[in-house]
């Protein structure tokens, strides 16, 4: 059933549903009223800033990745900053010791060499080291943390139990899209090469990757994983979700520009998969589209392709069950993550404009991009 009528929509463009995220952050809510554990987002799989107050109701702060996702966080969300990066940048780092409330180092080589900047006034940031437990949930390579010769976490053999003077904090980023039972097989094994050292610490921070907001994720096994570790261990427990705070919450409208075939039925968007929703080549997945089914399954089959140059710049093929025309507008879901953080103007293509669809139902344009944001990130 399609959730809102697109006609009257510039695009391209992504729509907030601001009804499907307070769902989400109800179920988010529940975990950390059950478990006691604190919920931070990931800026990097959604920092549409335009929804930070309804957020930071629910929430307790970000997972920052970089010196400007901190500063968002700091200036736009207002409560608890952490950051990792895989390395910090010296002349960056003062910086962000005035947005983080929480610092990660991914060594104990950056922990030596930044730990003497700690010392000044900006001692009340709160220090925590990325360990890697070498244990593969996620399938796909590209997304695995813990694979072999991963840059990301220091591991067991690598670990320097003698330099966690100041460090207060374990964290651990191991998951992708997956439900409880990884978290499940993952805790024994981070318990096993880096309990000893979990009773010195205040907090420990489970990283991202759970798919909480899910229909079939097992919220009771989340929250009963959470409490008996905390039954285990005296500490604050963290978990940053990227993807499970806007999941299902955000769509991307697009329009019909043109109808070509070779040997199949061809639509071409004014969006691009390449620029707009880069994931659907990079994972690479099929998005859906709403009242599309698979090849074949109704009567009119289209491969439909974005605008840009490149040959692979295809979203998949669909049936519909009238044909396509030019002006015709589609509507793909679950685009709230990983594209607004993602997308670029390859080709020039203008950036799909971004709005709220709010509980009444109404939908309203937050910001239109034109050619100054092209031009300004080219020199
Ligand atoms: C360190 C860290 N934390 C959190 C996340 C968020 O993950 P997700 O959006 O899959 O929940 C990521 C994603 O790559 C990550 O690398």
Known sequence: MTPFDPTTLPTPCYVLDEAILEQNLGVLDSVQKRTGCKIIMALKGFAMFAAFPLIRQHLCGVAASSLHE?????????????????????????????YASHLVFNSFSQWSRFRPLLAGPQTRVSCGIRVNPEHSEVKVTLYDPCAPFSRLGVTRENFQANQLDGITGLHFHTLCELNADSLARTLPVFEEKFGQVIERMHWVNFGGGHHITRSDYDVDLLCKLITDFRKRHPVEVYLEPGEAVVLNAGFLVASVLDITHNRMDMAILDASAAAHTP???????????????????YPHTYRLGGLTCLAGDVFGDYS?????????????TDMAHYTMVKNNTFNGVGLPSITIRDARGQIRIVRQFGYEDYRNRLS
Do not use: C, N, T, W
């Open 320 to 332: 519909f069950p009238e044909p396509l025309r030019i002006g015709s507008k589609l509507i793909f």
């Open 70 to 98: 901190a500063r968002l966080g700091y200036e736009e969300f207002g409560k608890e900053v952490h950051v990792f990066a895989a390395a910090f940048r010296e002349q960056e780092f003062a910086e962000l010791l005035s």
């Open 279 to 297: 994931d659907v080549l990079e994972m690479p997945y099929r998005p859906e589209i709403e009242g599309a089914g698979k090849s074949g399954e």
